[in-house]
């Protein structure tokens, strides 16, 4: 027997639970997301970091013991030297990506969308339109471990599984551990930076609460837990690990479309929503799960297809030129190395880090960038680099 919905979201994260929400808003829409795991918001393989203002602009307030820490200062280190950032300003918040996917679960499911776990998709077949003249009057079955589906339209939202089908070039293995530790600062973020140790990418820590918090480490080439571990035992104290993730993460930026062939529309992790410079996403994948479920609400009311790549232009306008210069910032890091990393560091000016302490945004932190390492001493290292390219990131 076959389930029918208007619209099927393979893909229980945050934009497929916001792209639910807004589909099954008041419009006698029906909408189900099938979750492959046995509990949304689990595995929890996000840092979660994110600003009070990017969840506002989510149309979500985090209960209160949903907030693990609120980030005052991030230091970050070059393998020889290091800068604190004061980020009070920017409102940054550590958040329990657990409570966080359910809290938009409830929203969604409040308003209609049904929420189905264990269920996993594994094919997806456009069926012949019955009608000529009626652009939507199509179908598309869905087979899953609980039987056939069939929708209008189909929502992959199953993260970076779905986007290295394809492609290989642009992932990095990550490994990262719920911590206690004596040496994690309850309000402290820490970034480390190595072209050795952690080549294209860093280490972390995220702090949950005092003495515990999230150690991580990414980058090209390595084993993950071998170097996560090494980073770990260099704080020369005890620590318990309490839990582990490993997964891949995306840093080459959003695909070409998002919007398939076979009437598939990609959101999140899976359409490459998920920043270059620091593969976080719950703010850009989460607006692109709102934006695709507008546009496909608009499409289905209205009958017209096209309104679908309303969501690609929407996004795009909103972070494609921040994602641009990410990705310009990334090839930097890609290729440089740690002599360079420490002359970089050096060349950070005290009044820059005030500067972007007061007025810096962290959804969008590429400008925070080109104003720390924006002195002319940096600006002759990134162009020995990137030649003319630097100018876009400078722009």
């Known amino acids: 027997m076959s389930h029918y919905f208007d619209v099927i979201i393979a893909g229980g994260s945050i934009s497929g639970l916001l792209a639910a929400r807004e589909i099954a808003a008041p419009g006698g829409r029906s909408v189900a997301v099938l979750e492959e795991d046995p509990e949304i918001g689990t595995p929890q393989h996000c840092g979660g970091l994110v600003s009070i203002d990017g969840l506002k602009n989510l149309g979500m307030v985090p209960a209160a013991n949903a907030i693990e820490s609120r980030i ?78 069939t929708c209008k339209f189909f929502i992959d939202a199953r993260g970076v599984a779905s986007v290295i089908q394809n492609k290989r070039e642009g992932i990095l293995q990550s490994a990262q551990y719920e911590v206690y530790a004596s040496w994690i600062e309850r309000e402290t973020v820490e970034v480390q930076f190595d072209s050795h ?19 991580g480490v990414a980058g090209k080439g390595i084993n993950a837990a071998v170097t996560l571990k090494a980073y770990m035992d260099s704080k020369g104290e005890k620590y318990s690990v309490i839990r582990k993730v490993y997964a891949p993460i995306w840093v080459s930026g959003p695909i070409e479309n998002f919007i398939s062939a076979r009437r598939t529309i990609i959101i999140g992790d899976a ?83 005030q500067e972007i302490s007061r007025v810096g945004e962290f959804d969008f932190h590429t400008a925070a960038l080109t104003k720390i390492f924006g002195s002319r001493h940096g600006v002759k290292i990134m162009k020995a680099i990137l030649g003319n390219e630097i100018r876009r990131l400078l722009s």
Not at 102 to 124: D, N, W, Y
């Open 72 to 149: 005052k200062e991030a230091e970050i280190f070059s393998p020889s030297h290091s800068f604190i950032l004061n980020t009070e300003a920017q409102k940054v918040i550590a958040l329990d990506r657990r409570l966080l996917d359910k809290q938009a679960a409830l929203q969604a499911q409040r308003l209609g969308a049904e929420i189905r776990t264990r269920c996993s998709v594994r094919s997806v077949s456009e069926n012949k339109p019955t009608t000529d003249h009626n652009q939507t009057d199509f179908s598309q079955t869905i087979k899953t471990s609980e039987g056939d589906f």
């Open 197 to 215: 140790k952690y080549p294209g990418f860093f280490g972390w820590i995220i702090p949950t609460g005092d003495g515990t918090g999230k150690v």
């Open 271 to 353: 359409a490459g929503q998920t920043k270059p410079t620091t593969a976080g996403g719950i703010y850009t994948c989460g607006m692109g799960g709102i934006l695709a479920g507008r546009a496909i609400s608009k499409a289905y009311d209205e009958n017209d297809i096209n309104k679908l790549w309303n969501y690609q232009k929407s996004w795009l306008a909103i972070f494609g030129g921040e994602f641009e210069k990410m990705l310009l910032a990334r090839r930097i890091l890609e290729r440089v190395d740690n002599k360079t990393l420490d002359e970089l560091f050096l060349s950070v000016s005290e009044s820059k880090l």
